[in-house]
């Protein structure tokens, strides 16, 4: 059985420690977790900038108007 490859090497990142001495591993495994959520929110991203809306979506954004909740708002109901 051969070992797995080796993860590729992950860019540079600016990390400031504030308080504590953390090792090398714990650094390692905070940036590589932090480097797994910038790449999902990445993936995330692209897929919604992918989305076209449709005509239906289009064509209901006019029928109406935002309802508005107040005082005499419901004035007018005769319902």
Do not use: C, N, Y
């Amino acid at each position: 059985m051969t070992s797995p490859d080796p993860l590729p090497p992950l860019p540079p990142a600016d990390i400031q420690v504030l308080r504590g001495s953390p090792t090398p591993e714990e650094l390692a495994a905070v940036t590589a977790v932090i480097h797994g959520i910038v790449d999902e929110l990445a993936a995330d991203e692209a897929t919604h900038a992918h989305r076209v809306t449709t005509a239906w979506q289009r064509s209901q954004k006019q029928l109406r108007r935002p309802l508005s909740p107040g005082q005499g708002a419901w004035r007018s109901f005769s319902g």
